[in-house]
Every structure is written in structure tokens, then in C-alpha cells.
């Protein structure tokens, strides 16, 4: 495939397109103030799977689902049995979420497909598009079960007893959606892509402050995540002394005082925080029984990362009074480095085409973190407006979401000639 | 009415009637450990009321409720035009609560009618047992609004837009059980009855402790609760530095541990309580941007009460950081002293019954509290196993249950006669 071919697919992505795509998703849980609640594996959820399916058949693909959810939508390349290019992203979002976190990298995939078949460009190797089965995990704690299970990084039966918030188990959820799809051929989980690249809002700030067009990830911050469960007993907020009580609620916050100093960082890279309380029995007239809450801890550095995280046991286990607590490790990915090569590529293309550029870290991880042990990765970010993200006040431009497409679709060329 | 009948109808208080009466209710919303959650304006509610609407008729009394779902039982007296002598107490449980608080003062009521039907006795006044309407509050706070809503104190209306947690309103349940027991008739809210006693479990160690039979209450607790909405922004777990942050979790961690400055007590007298909190997006990798809790404050000195509750909403505003906080009073009930002569009754009856006793005041609120205003009020209180309250494990014996019975039928026939 010759640049001319490669710019004149560039050329064909459609903003107007993408932008009304991405406007018909978001009025699939569309909350006030334009925000989007589509917790995986819920009849949302499957509806917006089926508009994706439809506009992508319409660009000559082919969908099929593995095990663990995930939808990938094939496109078939000159030479077929050579290994696909992948790109993708997640369709799920935050309970309060907005329009753009994970349905952007999905939307770009899907315009890619939609701009070979208006060029009627024939890719060398194949180009595949996938949508990871819970990368938020809002709904089914941890996050990014699809691409961990796709990737072996866990099985997908280890998350089979995991419940949402009315008590509904993930297996349960899993083959509901499994049995609404089983039209959709089966396809096997895991094998070896010949790179992967993700595009994604920022959902920092650093982008738009610069006022550049195109990030150009370098890696993944780690995250490990932890479930506390404080337990006290019961009693009556009137007749017992504060002295016998033994107080889930102000073990609690006792716990999370100490985490506060354990994570103070005066160069405010560490990321701690505590978005998730449940309280037993959660009358204003008991004292607290049980209280669980969730810890998120960030850091780019392994070591720091290491260091922090296993000293979150012992410093709640010393700052608790009169309660117990059990502390369950969730969730760990390590800091993830992407392809130097993949890197580039981006970069050439960014260049090339005359878009700005920076190289930056990751803050949030991404399906693309599980990714990494597999095949060359890499990911793509545009500009998030004043970083918000997680928030129905997420956005990005039109403009902004063409320019990373953009990229998307050269990058994804070059590869899938290589 | 001489002592010898006095006598007989206490001497046919009936331990096992009563013991497995008292089963019965604990069945009715059972929960493991022995526990019950029976919540007001529910199914179960009504099932549990339609109980003790048999077993009070088949005492000859006559049921009757008021426009607050207040149940009434009414056994005519000798003059029937004087003013009833009252006892009674609520039905409603907290969510993880026992078969004891509440239940028993209106099973008390209840076997006063069995034992004056069992006995043929005729009092002169009319007896009336009372079931009031939502005392815990757990349900809908505030508590004790059948109480509040008899007495004048708020008027039932004023309840009408709050909702239980999931969002029914209390209008619309109070409605629903009311159409439910249509069947029943309606009498007005409020008149002045002769005297009120009611029976309680004593809900702290006092008495187990002091291995004594009764409890002659001299007054209760004020209490002051309020609800706190810390507002701040969601963002995202992973991108946001923490100087960034507007974290609503944070901010109720710095308020409640200023909260527990201010209530500081060397004596241990003041009661402080954050017993509810929720969150959203309550998300473990969301900021959470809102976080609701309650406090519930308690103090038998009006003017501890007055100074410390005042200073809640100073104490909040001060403490929080990056996030804003509205402190709303949602309930208020002052301390309360109960009338000499009920006092002075109650410890004849006991004395001369050759229980033992001791006069203590009341660290629980009760229904009583709201009667004071309106006629000579009084309360009796049976040993706590351990003091443990609002938990499955509350437990007095089937001997400490006779043992108070016994002892509210002996003061009620004494008042009837007054």
C-alpha cells in the first residue's frame, strides 16, 4: 500500500459521521447533563453491541464474540491468513459516565472500516476491530476482564462469582448476554495479533493545555486495587457508650486518615482514592456493623508502586481501634511500556500529516495494558476538555475526534503493510 | 377497683402466651440470628398488625386507626365517656434489628388485654393500646412520626416527600397501607388521654448489670439529628492529581473527624453517630462527587444539647476542603421528664409486687418522648442482655418480659382508677 492510498483513506474519514455515531451511543443511557450510564452486559449494552454490529456489516465486516463477550468485527485483508491488525476500545461506562471514554476507540474503528470500504482500500493484512467486555469495572469489579481473560491474564471463570450491586453474579450476567448473542459466531480466545493500537481521550489535562492534537502514549501507569471490609458490631446510637461501641464507620475513618498520610506525594503523582462505601446496617440510628469501601492506588513507578501498595494492609491493620478489617487485593496491572516501534509509527503519521503532537504517559489504564505481553501496542489520545472524565461533562471536539481517527487510520495502514 | 383484683390480673399475666406470641411477631420479617426486619408501611407490617388486631379482639377490644396509621385497641371501661388510660409501642424494626424493641411494650399492652379478658376484670376507664407509626425512622427519617403527628408535634403532611431508599415516598406508602386496612375504622388524630405508660426493653446494660427486675424511667434523652450532603465533583481515579480534586469522600472523612472533636465527652454521656452514608457515583475509580451522611446526637442536658448540635454546621463548613456542604436538622426531640406520679406509681406496683427496681433515665428516644406535652407519661424498662439493641442478638428472658407485664398491668388498672 503506497502513502497515496493511505492519505486518500486518511482523507475519508467522515466527521459528521463519526460525530452522529457517536450521539445515536450516547443516547443508549443517556443521563442528565449528556452523560451515559451503560453498564456492561445489560440490555443497553446490548443494543448498542448491535449498532455497532450493523454500521460495521454495512462496511463489509464480520462480527463474531469469544467466552469472555468481547465483539470483534473482521475486516478480511488481501493476504487472510496473515495476523490482523487490531484496534478497539470498551462500550461499558462509568455509572455517571460520559459520551466519549472507551466508545471513542470503538467509533474509530468503526470509521476506519467505514473509510476502507468508501476507498474500496484493500488492506494486506487483515483489520480487526474489538469491543473488551468490561474495562470499567463500575458494575463487575475489577475492570478490563475481557482483555485479561482475551490476554491470559485471568481465566475468565476466576471473575464467575463476582456480584454487582443487586447482588447479580458475573457468570449469571455472562451467559445471559452470551445466550442474547448466540446468533454471533464463537470464536477462540487469545492468539497473537500482529500489533494492536488503541485511540482514547486523554482524560487528563495536558493535551488541551498544550494545545497539542495527538498524544502519542508512551505507557501505562500501574493500578492496584483493594477491597476493605471493616467489621464492628451494631448498637444503638442512643444508649451505648462511645467507649463499648466498636464502629465500622469510624474505623473507616480511621483507615482512610492513615492511607492519607501512607500516600502523600508531594509531586502529586501518586493517585489514591476511595470511591466506594457500603455500610451495614445503614440506619442513622445504629452504629455501623460492617462498612466496605474500595482503595485505588496509581503510581508509573513499579517500586513506588510495590512499596505503597503492600504497606496499605499493615498501615490499616495499625490504624483501626475496637474493629477488625480484611484487606483483598483486586486488581493489579503493572506499569506497561509500549512498543518503541508502534511508538513511532504514530508519530511518523502524526508528523506527516500535520497534526501536533507530545509523547505522554497514561494516567487511567487501558484494555491496551493487558495487551502489551501479547503483540506490539500502542494507543492514540486527543485532547479531553479540561480533563474530565468519569463525569457526563466529558468532551471532545468533533474536530479533535477526526484528527485522532486520523492518525488511527494511517497508523493502522502502515502496519497492516508491514 | 381494690388491690385484690389489681392482683389477679397481674398474677394472670401468662408467660407462655406471651413468650410465643412473641415468636410469632419475630417470624414475621425474621433475619438470621433471631433478628428481624420488619420495616414500617410494608406487607410484612400489615401482616404483623392483622395479628395483633385478632389476638386484641379476641380480648374484646376493638380496633381502630387515625389518618398517621397509628393502630389503636380500645377496651371499653366501666365509663366508658372518662379518658383511657394508654400504653403501647411500635411494630417497626431497624433493617438488622431484633425481636424486642418495640414489640415488646404493645405485646405488654396486649396481654393487659388478654389478662383482664382471661380475668373478667372491669376497669373503670377504658383502656386503649396503641401501635404508633414508624419509630425507628430507618424506613423514613425522622423517627416516631406516628407519635409526632398524634401529638401535634409535626403534622403528618409534613412528611409526605420523604422517601425510604428506594425512592417511594412516604405519602404513597402511608396511603397504600391505609387502603390496605380500610376495613378498619378511622378516628381522629389526637385527644387527651389520663396517663400513658409504656413498656420497653431498656436497650443498654444498666440493668443486667445491677441484676435488677425494673426499670422506672425518669426521662429521656434529647436527641438532634441531622442529614449532610458534601458536594464535590467525580473525576477520574486514575488522571486526576489529587490538588485537583473537589473529593466529596474526602470531605466527609475531614467533617466527621471534626465531628469528633466537637463531641468530645470525658464523661461519655454525649452520644455522636454517623450510622448512613451513600455515594456516587460510588464508583472504586470515580472521585466520588457526593456524599450524604447522618448524624445522630444525643444528650440528657438541653443546654449540652443546644451548644454542641448548633456548633454541627460550623464545625462541617470548617473542616471541608475543595468541597461545599449543606447541613440540614432534620429531626429534634428535647429531653424529656417523665410526669412524678406515673414515677411514683410504677415503683408502688413494683415494690409491692416484690420486684426489684431502680429509677434510670432513658438513653433511647421512644414514642413516650411526644406524649410528655400531652398527659402524665411514664415508662417501664426490662433488663437487655448485654445492653445490645437495633441487632439480632437483643434478648431479654421470658421471665423479664413477666416480670414488666406484670408491672404495667398493676399501674395501668391503679391510673384506671384514678
Known amino acids: 500500500m503506497d502513502e497515496a492510498e493511505i492519505a486518500a483513506a486518511m482523507a475519508a474519514v467522515d466527521q459528521e459521521r463519526q460525530w452522529s455515531r457517536l450521539e445515536a451511543f450516547g443516547r443508549l443511557g443517556a443521563i442528565a447533563g449528556n452523560g451515559v450510564n451503560r453498564a456492561c452486559l445489560t440490555p443497553l449494552d446490548r443494543e448498542a453491541r448491535r449498532l455497532l454490529i450493523r454500521w460495521a456489516e454495512e462496511a463489509g465486516a464480520v462480527a463474531s464474540i469469544d467466552k469472555a463477550n468481547n465483539l470483534w468485527l473482521r475486516r ?14 470498551h462500550m461499558d461506562t462509568q455509572p455517571a459516565g460520559g459520551r466519549f471514554d472507551g466508545m471513542y476507540g470503538v467509533l474509530a474503528g468503526l470509521e476506519l472500516l467505514s473509510a476502507l470500504a468508501d476507498t474500496k482500500t484493500v488492506t494486506q493484512r487483515p483489520i480487526e476491530v474489538v469491543a473488551w467486555t468490561n474495562e470499567e469495572g463500575s458494575r463487575f469489579a475489577p475492570g478490563c476482564m475481557g482483555s485479561m481473560a482475551w490476554s491470559g491474564a485471568r481465566a475468565i471463570e476466576s471473575f464467575a462469582a463476582i456480584t454487582d450491586h443487586n447482588g447479580i453474579r458475573f457468570d449469571d450476567a455472562l451467559a445471559e448476554q452470551m445466550a442474547a448473542e448466540s446468533d454471533l459466531p464463537l470464536r477462540p480466545l487469545g492468539y497473537v495479533p500482529h500489533a494492536y493500537v488503541e485511540a482514547h481521550i486523554e482524560q487528563g489535562p495536558l493535551l488541551e493545555a498544550e494545545g497539542v492534537e495527538i498524544g502519542i502514549v508512551t505507557g501505562i501507569q500501574g493500578s492496584r486495587w483493594f477491597n476493605v471490609i471493616i467489621k464492628g458490631e451494631s448498637a444503638h446510637a442512643g444508649t451505648t457508650p462511645l467507649a463499648l461501641r466498636r464502629d465500622a464507620m469510624q474505623g473507616m475513618v480511621q483507615a482512610v486518615t492513615a492511607l492519607n498520610r501512607l500516600t502523600e506525594d508531594p509531586d502529586d503523582v501518586l493517585r489514591f482514592t476511595v470511591g466506594r462505601v457500603s455500610v451495614l446496617p445503614n440506619s442513622s440510628n445504629s452504629v455501623a456493623s460492617e462498612v466496605r469501601f474500595s482503595i485505588d492506588l496509581r503510581h508509573p513507578d513499579a517500586a513506588v508502586l510495590t512499596a ?26 503493572a506499569p506497561a511500556a509500549f512498543a518503541t516501534d508502534v511508538i513511532s509509527t504514530i508519530e511518523t503519521v502524526a508528523e506527516s500529516a500535520g497534526f501536533s503532537h507530545l509523547r505522554l504517559a497514561s494516567g487511567a489504564f487501558h484494555d491496551a495494558q493487558f495487551v502489551v505481553p501479547i503483540c506490539p501496542t500502542g494507543m492514540i489520545f486527543i485532547p479531553s476538555h ?6 457526563p461533562a466529558e468532551y471532545s471536539s468533533p474536530e479533535q475526534l477526526t484528527a485522532g481517527t486520523r492518525v488511527l487510520v494511517g497508523t493502522m495502514l502502515r502496519l497492516s503493510s508491514s
Open 76 to 89: 478480511p485483508g488481501q493476504n487472510d491468513t496473515l495476523a490482523p491488525v487490531l484496534t478497539g476500545s
Open 308 to 333: 505503597r501498595g503492600d504497606a496499605v494492609r499493615p498501615t490499616i491493620l495499625s490504624a483501626i481501634r475496637h474493629v477488625e478489617a480484611e484487606v483483598e487485593e483486586s486488581f493489579t496491572a
Open 386 to 391: 479540561k480533563g474530565i472524565s468519569h463525569n
